[in-house]
């Protein structure tokens, strides 16, 4: 029996022009990658792709339950933070909310809108959101491109915890080369418009954010830099 | 909800200036009298009780016009502004209907409905309807793009994005569009009473017309232009209580 949740064959975007192209790439259960490479090369476009937000040709094999956070928040002001949070649900649990809740470090602020948040714990809540619905696939977009580096920092050690007690596969597009190292088991370099090469990631999880000190880190940061 | 002091302070400046300007003779008593034979012409009026039923027909008028109008103009703006061949089918016809001044319609409906309250009511809709509606048709084409992508990954039923993104996504403008209709509905219900009363406060000052009596007048015209400012801020308070979010909708925050 195949072991891959996601597969994706010969896959093409055009908007106005060619987004992607030939795109092929295959992910495992269980697998966290990450996608890295320069602003305009399809990054994003290859998650709404995944997630049916855009029109494409060519194939993509993956589950129905998907969660997706994005770049910026995406909260509904008009929601506090459990209605976000249960947004997905067909019929709200509330003790599966209280511990959704409780997993990012929420509590107590249930009732309060995303006007009344902070931007990591709006980012919070938009990852919260994405697992309530138990995916079987979670698409994270830059989900901390917009936090200040020690938010970033703190959410991405939190992010992989996170993730690692849950065992959800996970694509996750982002331009920090650093930190798709830390959460990720493989790394995708993309570059005109299709995947370019793919990186495996050595280091053991959990992974503690002072790895990025190491030269072995480094390393590797260099080579997927150099692709990019 | 704060006390807008110097916004109070003009007015009770306006009121001194008015008083001096009719002792000392600037203004001539009986085509502007003064506000204290105004308010004066007030109590009388409200002694005898007349000024309260006027009061209260042409708030029951306005608040029925202003409901059903209102939500018509919800109802035909989300399908209206959701449903594209609905919009491309009805839009011409109602945007050349929304042309004409409301109070041209009057005449016709006094010659459908008569002068009763029907024709009052129907005019007071019809003319709240087309704010109201060109307001919502609005908050529902341009609802912010990252709402319509969520709704996409996590909603799914029609019904649940109806209630859970669509109508809420949509408020802000509604609520312009509905503050738009109050004022829409006092003004139509002054003109349509103008036209063809037996109360109400248009029915007063059409009365005092005849009479020649500039104070009721005054009277009937301040208590009309204090209750849709009343009406106005009510509307507000009450919006902001109820969805305390409404801002952070329109930052797109």
């Not at chain 1, 649900?89 to 599966?96: I, R, T, V």
């Not at chain 2, 594209?84 to 409301?102: E, G, H, Q, V, Y």
Request: hydrophobic residues 50%; proline residues 3%; contains cysteine.
């Amino acid at each position: 029996m195949s072991n891959e949740l996601v597969s994706i064959k010969c896959l093409g975007v055009k908007f106005d022009g060619i987004i992607l192209e030939k795109v092929f790439l295959n992910i495992k259960k269980g697998e966290f990658i990450s996608i890295v490479g320069k602003s305009g090369v399809g990054k994003t476009t290859l998650l709404n792709a995944i997630a049916r937000l855009v029109n494409y040709s060519g194939e993509i094999r993956s589950p129905q339950e998907i969660g997706m956070v994005f770049q910026d928040h995406s909260l509904f002001p008009w929601m506090n933070v459990e209605q976000n949070i249960s947004l997905g649900l067909e019929q709200s649990d509330s003790n599966a909310i209280s511990k959704i809740i409780k997993s990012i470090g929420l509590i107590g602020k249930e009732k309060k809108y995303p006007c009344e948040l902070s931007g990591g714990q709006r980012q919070r809540v938009a990852i919260g959101r994405a697992l309530a619905i138990k995916p079987r696939l979670l698409l994270l977009d830059e989900p901390f491109v917009n936090l200040d580096t020690f938010t970033k920092l703190g959410m991405q050690e939190w992010m992989a915890k996170l993730l690692d007690e849950n065992k959800i596969t996970t694509i996750l597009v982002t331009h920090d080369i650093e930190e798709a190292i830390l959460l990720s088991d493989k790394c995708y370099v993309m570059k005109n418009k299709r995947m370019e090469e793919e990186f495996l990631i050595p280091f053991l999880k959990p992974r503690n954010s002072k790895l990025r000190y190491s030269k072995e880190f480094q390393d590797l940061k260099q080579k997927i830099l150099e692709r990019c | 909800m704060k006390i807008n002091w110097k916004g109070a302070a003009f007015i009770i400046l306006i009121l001194l200036f008015w008083q001096g300007g009719s002792i000392v003779g600037i203004f001539n008593e009986s085509l502007f009298p003064s506000p204290l034979k105004v308010f004066s012409t007030f109590l009388d009026l409200l002694y005898s009780g007349e000024i309260l039923v006027d009061i209260s027909t042409s708030v029951w008028r306005v608040i029925v016009g202003l409901v059903v109008g209102s939500a018509l103009g919800i109802i035909f703006g989300l399908l209206v502004g959701r449903i594209f061949w609905l919009d491309k089918t009805i839009s011409l016809t109602l945007n050349i209907i929304r042309a004409l001044p409301p109070v041209a319609i009057i005449p016709l409906m006094i010659i459908w409905f008569g002068i009763g309250d029907n024709a009052k009511l129907i005019e007071i809709a019809f003319a709240v309807f087309f704010p109201v509606w060109v307001s919502t048709v609005m908050g529902v084409k341009s609802i912010n793009e990252n709402y319509l992508r969520i709704a996409r990954i996590f909603v799914k039923s029609r019904t649940q994005f109806l209630c859970k993104v669509l109508i809420p996504a949509t408020i802000p403008f509604i609520t312009n569009g509905v503050r738009i209709g109050i004022a829409i509905a006092f003004i139509m219900a002054f003109v349509s009473e103008l036209a063809g009363a037996s109360s109400g406060l248009g029915y007063r000052i059409a009365y005092a017309q005849i009479i020649y009596r500039a104070d009721i007048m005054l009277v009937a015209l301040i208590i009309l232009g204090l209750l849709a400012a009343a009406t106005d801020c009510a509307f507000v308070y009450s919006y902001t209580q109820i969805f305390p979010w409404v801002n952070s909708v329109s930052k797109g925050e």
